[in-house]
């Protein structure tokens, strides 16, 4: 019986036609299908909750910043480190990153003068350090002799912006306060308690390091010391 003639390899390699189109083979198939739109990579993230949806104020009372300092040594075993971390954040109305990032070449422990470097453009000041403020940092500086940072890990390394939010966080729910809470909270309560005090407005903007002073006139708008002689009862 003779053998059916071999294909070339050129015929091998041409094209199926199936009513006039390229048929693909089995491999290329399910490649060629279109993709599902119920994919899971394309799902739409939830969106962020809204500030306003989770508390009615962006800063806490002064009572309320003293129910955090209380909180502050509840929290672990670095009871001294974190009350400082909190101290001064409130005090010199620190943002997080400038907070984590401070050295101890920012400190002047004998004249009670700490330089203050701003991030996003603002402008850099020297503040005074008060009595309780002097006392947590000497303190803080025994406790962690070696780092040139303020703040840090039991690892040696400098704290990160996320261990301060938890902290802080943490803090919040065992103080019982109404609402969760953040670390730019206590910047915003400086200027308000800076505010409510009668301070004007360009020490504050100075005070916090404000370029434009738009963003220092909120805590004034929000004093309530403009109000005091509209009833007299």
Not at 11 to 32: H, Y
Not at 87 to 107: K, N, P
Not at 160 to 188: D, N, S
């Amino acid at each position: 019986m003779a053998k059916a003639p071999k294909k070339s390899a050129a015929a091998k390699a041409a094209p199926i036609l199936q009513n006039g189109k390229v048929r693909s083979s089995g491999r290329n198939r399910k490649a060629l299908q279109p993709r599902s739109r119920a994919a899971p990579y394309s799902a739409i993230p939830p969106r962020r909750t809204k500030n306003l949806d989770r508390r009615t104020r962006e800063y806490l009372t002064p009572a309320e910043v003293e129910k955090l300092l209380q909180a502050s040594g509840k929290i672990g075993r670095h009871g001294a480190r974190d009350r400082t971390l909190f101290l001064l954040a409130y005090r010199h109305g620190l943002r997080v990153s400038e907070l984590v990032t401070m050295r101890w070449e920012q400190i002047d422990l004998k004249a009670g003068l700490v330089h203050v470097s701003r991030l996003k453009n603002g402008l850099a000041s020297t503040h005074p350090i008060r009595g309780p403020e002097l006392r947590a940092l000497r303190e803080l500086r025994r406790d962690y002799p070696e780092s040139p940072y303020l703040f840090v890990t039991e690892r040696g390394g400098p704290m990160t912006p996320a261990t301060a939010r938890k902290l802080i966080a943490r803090a919040g729910e065992l103080a019982k306060l109404p609402f969760p809470i953040h670390p730019h909270m206590l910047r915003h309560s400086a200027g308000y308690k800076l505010a409510n005090e009668g301070h004007d407005t360009r020490s504050i903007q100075q005070y916090l390091g404000h370029r434009n002073i738009t963003h220092t006139v909120r805590y004034t708008e929000l004093s309530s010391d403009r109000f005091k002689g509209f009833w007299k009862d």
